[in-house]
């Protein structure tokens, strides 16, 4: 009797130790595995992280393109403008200033080559034609002050195509961007894109021809 009683004991030790031994390891390994997927939940958030700082850093350095792009438009147009003015009046027109605003423009412009989408750089494309155009004009226009066709042809295509071709730009920009959201606009930047490109390439032409402003 007292032998079974013993091997009894000795069965529910061991029991007892099994259960015991059997608890501490699927303690350990249940913690190693909730220590693994903490660590992956870490690591996930780190990469989102990580992932979400990039976009930021890439949108930032856009509007940055986007801004300097907008600014150097509007300043090169601005600068032919008022030596169009300045030359009507017989004053002395520096050409540097113009020269800077053309130099400062091409420079952004070529950046944004490699940035733009292909609908902002289409558009950022014409005007870059518009604006050279443009140029051209200033340099022809006549040596002495006075009424002139040229220089009333030169004033409205500052003041009409191009501040158009400026303004599309930016919009097409802030589009770009999300800033602004027209559920028209695309089909309003296509009109405006072709009214400008028409613009560009009569201009042109009357250039290359030696035609005065106005003259058919």
């Keep these: 009797m007292t032998g079974r009683v013993g091997d009894l004991v000795d069965v529910t030790t061991l029991a ?7 608890g501490t ?22 990469d989102r992280q990580r992932a979400e700082e990039r976009q930021d850093r890439v949108q930032e350095a856009r509007r940055d393109l986007y801004a300097s792009l907008n600014t150097t438009a509007r300043a ?32 952004q412009y070529s950046q944004a080559q490699m940035a733009l989408a292909k609908d ?4 950022a494309s014409t ?3 518009a604006l050279g155009v443009g140029y051209s004009v200033v340099k022809q226009l006549p040596s002495g002050p006075g009424p002139s066709e040229a220089y009333d042809a ?17 919009v097409t920009l802030r589009h770009d961007l999300g800033v602004e959201v027209d559920p028209d606009f695309e089909r309003t930047r296509v009109q405006m894109l072709a009214t ?3 613009a ?5 032409h009357r250039l290359a021809a030696g035609q005065a402003p106005g003259q058919p």
């Design 200 to 204: 560009w390439r009569d201009r042109e």
């Design 196 to 198: 400008l490109e028409r």
């Design 76 to 107: 090169y147009r601005v600068a032919a403008r008022d030596a169009v003015r300045a030359a009507e009046r017989g004053e002395t027109v520096d050409p540097a200033v113009l020269d800077a605003a053309k130099e400062a423009w091409a420079e």
């Design 25 to 46: 390891l699927g303690g350990t390994l249940g913690g190693a595995v909730l220590g693994r997927r903490a660590n992956r939940e870490q690591n996930e958030r780190a």
């Design 16 to 22: 007892v130790a099994l259960i015991s031994v059997g």
């Design 120 to 123: 902002v750089l289409e558009v």
């Design 127 to 129: 005007l870059n034609r």
């Design 154 to 170: 030169a004033k409205a295509w500052f003041s009409d195509p191009l501040s158009d071709g400026v303004y599309l730009l930016r």
